[in-house]
């Protein structure tokens, strides 16, 4: 770890679920413990079912943890909060609200003037590749172009931290590929602090600074895996040696892991068909 100061630490962090009708409770997480550092790309990447959405809203304080503690710049995080800008699979925006003023919604909320909003919102339309988009509604805009907004209205009222559960999941692959290089892009430019979520490897390796790796449920940190690819180069990094040895390593980690994941669920459905009556 580096002397960059920490932004984000969970540590022991852990969320279980009450199940109607069981004894036991669900363990979706068990002792999370990792560390974000100060402007850091963090990539989780993990098999269905490992809590990755779970962890997240924790992250976001959507819920609160059943053991351990989530820190945000050494204060515990107990609830939702303007220092987090949440980018969901869904892009949730607001459809009665044009692309412009969806990215005014949490300026709204910090109580920025109608003019100072306009302004902020007209430059993250422009750094995300919208510029002349911000009359339009969303019903009038391409999957690709929502997610855009999304990722605007997020960075607009200027969060310490931005974290995304798989924000490109739902889009095609060309619009998936050029979203990724349009995110490093803005990393880069605000040096954000970047908590982004992903079932993908190859995404994760591409996006990554770090790629943190889940366990099959419980959701727990099997191995943190430096992303050492040189994103000087000209050429397509995806092409490379180096990513290709990175990918493999990380699936390597995975496959057990999504093996284990695939018998729980079988496990899961046998049981609930013993608990079904028969008629």
Do not use: C
Request: charged share 25%.
């Amino acid at each position: 770890m580096s002397d960059t100061a920490i932004k984000l630490a969970l540590t022991g962090v852990r969320k279980e679920f009450r199940v109607r009708g069981e004894k036991s409770a669900f363990t979706a997480l068990d002792d999370i413990s990792v560390d974000v550092r100060d402007g850091e790309f963090l990539v989780l990447v993990g098999p269905s079912g490992s809590g990755k959405s779970t962890l997240l809203d924790l992250l976001g304080g959507l819920t609160q943890p059943s053991g351990g503690q989530i820190l945000l710049d050494g204060v515990q995080v107990t609830g939702p909060g303007l220092d987090r800008g949440i980018v969901f699979q869904q892009y949730a925006l607001l459809p009665w609200r044009s692309a412009r003023a969806n990215i005014e919604f949490g300026l709204e909320a910090k109580g920025i003037r109608r003019r100072a909003r306009r302004g902020i919102a007209e430059h993250y339309l422009e750094l995300v590749g919208l510029a002349g988009f911000g009359d339009r509604y969303p019903h009038e805009l391409s999957g690709g172009m929502k997610q855009r907004v999304a990722i605007a209205r997020s960075l607009a009222f200027d969060p310490e931290v931005l974290l995304m559960d798989e924000p490109f999941a739902a889009l095609d692959a060309q619009t998936r590929e050029s979203l990724q290089d349009e995110l490093l892009r803005i990393w880069q430019t605000t040096g954000k602090t970047i908590l982004f979520i992903t079932h993908g490897i190859d995404e994760a390796v591409y996006l990554g600074q770090r790629v943190a790796v889940l366990t099959s449920r419980p959701g727990r940190i099997k191995a943190v895996i430096d992303i050492d690819l040189d994103r000087d180069t000209t050429e397509d990094i995806r092409s490379s040696e180096r990513f290709r040895e990175i990918r493999h390593h990380i699936w390597t980690l995975l496959h057990d892991e999504v093996a284990r994941a695939q018998d729980l669920e079988q496990a899961a459905l046998a049981a609930t068909d013993r608990r079904s009556p028969h008629v």
